[in-house]
């Protein structure tokens, strides 16, 4: 299993450019959800998905678009790319159980807004 | 809303002492799980241990044990005999209403 992979791993954006960032799991995980985390701060919540079809907004949802077209992939899109939006952003997955799903976390991908 | 607490932003242990990481908490979910992630300088999330909130016993892996005291909303990380490689970011999380909530993390560092 390749377990949670994310591309590209390092990106330079220009204010106002738009871009997809590329999730995708192999463990068959019901649900999937993005993460940014900025410098010195912990991990805040994007978007999640409970399934293909189903997505939700988490905490700083604004500025990003998602879908679940498959289980396996979850893209995060910045429609108009601003320099508030540098940060690393992981994305996770797991076993829809409740309370009890670990999440499994991708490495990350580096984005840089300019 | 759920919400999560560290209020140590760095720590500092001697190596193969125990240490604790503070964790409090807030939901209003009663079914609800907590997480420990360690994130060393090299970035990537790795979960360490879980506990949820119907579990009667503490939950422990390895070196690591959660010291769960749910009338307080308390969960706080004990590792014991720390090592060099415990030096890292720790985040404290809770799962509740389909979010995994973060802390602000604790930085602890491992003296030789």
């Known amino acids: 299993n390749a377990g949670v992979t994310q591309t590209p791993k390092f990106q330079v954006l220009k204010t106002g450019q738009s871009m997809t960032l590329q999730c995708a799991q192999d463990m068959n995980h019901e649900y999937m959800s993005w993460y940014r985390q900025d410098p010195g701060m912990g991990l805040r919540l994007i978007h999640y998905?409970?399934?293909?079809?189903?997505?939700d907004q988490g905490e700083v949802p604004n500025g990003y678009n998602v879908s679940r077209s498959t289980t396996e992939d979850f893209p995060l899109r910045l429609l108009s790319a601003a320099p508030s939006q540098t940060s690393v952003y992981f994305c996770?997955?797991?076993?829809?159980?409740?309370?009890?799903?670990?999440?499994?976390f991708g490495p990350g991908t580096r984005l840089l807004v300019l | 809303a759920q919400k999560i607490t560290q209020t140590q932003p760095g720590m500092f242990v001697q190596e193969k002492e125990a240490v604790t990481l503070d964790c409090t908490y807030d939901t209003s979910d009663p079914s609800y799980g907590l997480f420990w992630y360690k994130q060393p300088s090299s970035g990537e999330m790795i979960f360490l241990i879980y506990q949820g909130s119907y579990d009667q016993q503490n939950a422990t892996e390895g070196r690591y044990s959660l010291n769960f005291q749910k009338a307080r909303k308390s969960a706080n990380l004990v590792i014991s005999a720390s090592q060099l490689g415990d030096s890292a970011m720790y985040f404290c999380a809770i799962y509740s209403s389909y979010k995994l909530i973060f802390g602000s993390g604790t930085r602890l560092l491992v003296r030789p």
């Open positions: 996770a997955s797991s076993y829809f159980r409740g309370a009890s799903g670990t999440q499994y």
């Open positions: 998905s409970v399934g293909a079809g189903i997505t």
